[in-house]
């Protein structure tokens, strides 16, 4: 099992800035991954970034240029830093963790932090 505290949600104004963190423990030794979800209201969760072991980082083409994701390896801590906030990123944003175990795939959740962008 994987545990994950998110922190850092909260209202802005557009054209803000916020900083999430979510930070894993319990068997982190199984992540190869972590990264951030989000779900607006009537709309599907979908993915915003994430950050491999390896280094490798992805991001969604609606958050390109504006959001950027990094982890700490050493504390098992991804952060999310949004930049130019607009009222369509307002969501419910997931912490995840990609996990192996016995070489299958499990996916781990946190309870989610609320980000609201007003214009």
């Known amino acids: 099992q994987v545990q994950l505290v998110e922190s850092g949600g909260g209202l802005v104004q557009a054209g803000d800035s916020l900083r999430l963190s979510c930070k894993a423990s319990?068997?982190?030794?199984?992540?190869?991954?972590l990264g951030w979800y989000r779900q607006a209201p009537g709309k599907q969760r979908e993915l915003v970034a994430t950050?491999?072991?390896?280094?490798?980082?992805d991001l969604a083409d609606s958050v390109k240029g504006r959001f950027a994701i990094s982890r700490d390896y050493a504390e098992y801590t991804v952060f999310l830093q949004m930049n130019t906030l607009k009222p369509e990123d307002t969501a419910v944003y997931y912490c995840?963790?990609?996990?192996?175990?016995?070489?299958?795939?499990?996916?781990?959740w946190g309870q989610g932090t609320q980000v609201t962008v007003s214009s």
């Open positions: 950050a491999a072991n390896d280094g490798s980082t």
């Open positions: 319990g068997s982190i030794y199984k992540i190869t991954a």
């Open positions: 995840h963790a990609a996990t192996r175990f016995q070489g299958l795939p499990y996916d781990f």
